[in-house]
C-alpha cells in the first residue's frame, strides 16, 4: 500500500516522497500532501515513517502481505 | 510521455547503484584518488536504496582473526556451492572482511555488540566456522554523508539501462531518470555495477509482484546490462530457495537459526535430523530446500520456525536485531497477526527461486579485482558470482573494484560512443511510450513471473524447461505491446524485459548442466545424479555476439592459486 499521512501532522516537507526507494509516494502539487501515486509497487520498507521528521507517516502493508 | 534527450555527461569512475556495494566503493575510490571524478546513479536513492535501506542485523561473512580461519571460511562456502565458486574470492572476501568490519565501526557507520568480556558476537551460521557478527546501525544515511563529504557526485532517480562499449571494453552507460523520463549517455573510463540481485524473480506465493524476500528494486537490469555488453554470468541455474515467513515473506532464518530456534513440521518434529544429522538447520539451502518440500509432499506440512524453547533473554536479542535493524516493519506484521516469536510457531512459506549472489552462488563471472569479462567494466555485491556474498561480498569487493579503477585511471583513455548503440538504446525505451494502446508494464510482469516456480522448481525437466523457452519467445513478442504512460511505468518496462533476460538465462543453464547438484538448488528428475564431468565447471550464459543469441556453455572454475610465501 504504502505511506498513510496523519495531515493534523504533516507540514508538506517531502521527504517521505524524496527517500521512499519504490518510487511510491509522490507530492500532490495542489494539496502539498504525500499521496501513494504507485501503490502496488510498495516493499513494506518503512522508509518513509523514519525519514519523516514530523511524525506524521505510518506505513500501510499492501493488501496481499496482511 | 515525453523522453527527453539530455547532454552527455562524463566520469572517470561511474558506479551504478548506490545499495550497500556503490558507496563503499565510490569512498574507497575517493581515498585512493581524491582527485577522481566519482559519479555515482541510483534508480531509488543512495540514501535508503538498496536491500540495507533500514539498515541489517548481522555482518553474515567477516573472519575474525580469533574466532574463525579464511581456510574455514573458503571451506564452507566450496561445501555450500559443491566447488562451483572460485575459491580465490572467498579467501579474498576472508581476508579483507575484518578490516572492513573495523573501519565501518571507527567511521560510525554501523556498530558491532559486544559480550562482556569485550569480544565481538560471533556465531556460526555457516555449514563450518563461525563468521556472524552481530551488527546494528542505520547504516546507509551515514555512508551517503560519508560520500557526499568525500565529493562524490550523485544522482538520484537515475536508472543506467544499457553499457555502451568499444572493442569489447566499456566506455559508457545510458541512463533514464525515472521521475523526469530524461535520456541521457555517462561517458566513463571505468564502470562499476552494484546493481544488487534479481530481486523480482519467481512471483512470491502471495501473488504480490513487490512482495520479495529480496529488494524488489533490483531486477535484474545489471545482469541485463553485463549480458548485452557481452559479459558471462555463471551458475544462473542454481535456485536459491529459503524459508521466508509467511505472506511477510521477509527474512528470520538465519537470526532464528544461530541463535538456535529448529525448524519444525506439523507434528512438531525437527525434520533436518533425518535429511541432515549433523548440519541439522545448517545444511547447504538446497538441501534444506529437498528437506521442506518432502516434508510438504508427504503431508507433514505446514513447516514452522520454533523458538519457544529458547531463554527470554535471547528472544530479546532475536527481537532486537530483526525488528531494529533488519526488517522493521517484521515487528508490525507479527502484531498484526498476533504472533509472539517467542510463544509461538511462525509459519514457513517457501516462494521462489530468488537469484542472487548475496544469498547464492549466481552472478556475473569476475576476477580477483571484480572485474567481468569486459574489460573496464566491474561488477559488485549480489550481481557477482561471488558465493552467498552476502555484506561481506559487496564491501570487500566494492572497495577492489574501486581501488583497481582508481589506480588504473590514469592510464586508460578515453573510448569513444557508438551514437548507434545509443540511438538503438533510446528507440528502445521510446517504443512503450508512442502506443496508443497496450498492455500494462505490471499484467506482463505479471505474466512472466508467474511462470518461474511452475517451470523452475526443483524437480526439474526437459520438457518443462522447455516449454517456459517457448513461453520466453511469447514474452519477448508481447513486449513489443506494452504500453507506459508515463516515466515510472518505463522503468518497469525495462525492469520486465531484463526479468526476461534473468529467466532466459536460468531456463539455458539449467537445460545444459545435465546432471543434478545442490540438493533442490538444481535437481533434474531426467538425470538426478552429479555427474563428475561437471565438477569444477561453470555454465555460462552470455550472448553470441554474431547472432545476438543467448548461447551456454562449460567453463573451469578457476583452481585455488598457491599464496605468495606459501
Ligand atoms: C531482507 C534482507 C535481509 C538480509 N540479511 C542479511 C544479514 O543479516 N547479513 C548479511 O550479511 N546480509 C544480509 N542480506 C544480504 C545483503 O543485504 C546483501 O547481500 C547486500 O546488501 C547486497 O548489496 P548490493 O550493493 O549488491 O545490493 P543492494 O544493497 O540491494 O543495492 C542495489 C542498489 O542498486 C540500485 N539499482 C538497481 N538497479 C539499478 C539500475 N538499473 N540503475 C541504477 N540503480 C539501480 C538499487 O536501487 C539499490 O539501491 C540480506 C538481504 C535482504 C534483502
Ligand atoms: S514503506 Fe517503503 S516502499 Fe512503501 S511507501 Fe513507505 S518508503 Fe515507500
Ligand atoms: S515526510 Fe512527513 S511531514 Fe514531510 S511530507 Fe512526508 S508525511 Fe508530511
Redesign the pocket.
Known sequence: MGIRVDKSKCTGCGRCAEEC?GDVIHMNPDTHLPFNKYKNDCWYCGVCEVECPCGAATMEFPCLIV | MNLERKPDLQADLLI???????PMAALKAKRKNPALDVLI????TVRR????CRG??????VTIPSKATAAEYVDSIQLMSDGIIDPNLSRIIAEKSFAILQELESLGVATFPRYANGEYMVQQFHPRGAFLAEMRGDIKPVMEKLIREAGVRILNR????RILTENGRAVGATLLNIRTGEFQVCRAKSIIL???GQGRFALPDTGYLFGT???P???G??HSMIYHAGGELVNMEYNDVSPMLKDYE??GH?TFIRHGGHLVNSLGERFMAKYAPEMLERAPSGIREQAMRTEVREGRGPIYYDLRHLAKETIQIIKEGIFAA??PTEKQFFEMRGIDIGNDLIEITLSGPNMCG??GPTGALVDENAETTVKNLFAA???ASTGW????A?WVFGMIAAETAAELNAKIAWGSIDDTAVQAEYQRLLAPTLLEDGFDPAEMEYKVRRIIKPHLTSPKSQARLESALGQIETFRRDMAKVKVTDSHELMKFAEVDAIIDTLEMAVRTSLTRKESRWGYGHYRIDYPQKDPAWDKHYVVAAKNQRSGCMTTYPKAVPEMRMQEGV
Open positions: 526507494p | 551504478i547503484g548506490g545499495g550497500t556495494a556503490g546513479v541510483d534508480k531509488a536504496g538498496g536491500s540495507i541489517m542485523d548481522a555482518f553474515n561473512n537515475t536508472m543506467a539501462s552494484c546493481t544488487g524476500f529480496d529488494c528494486y533490483n531486477a537490469e545489471g521477509g527474512p538465519s533488519e526488517r548475496g544469498h555485491g549480489d550481481i556474498g552476502f555484506v561481506g559487496a
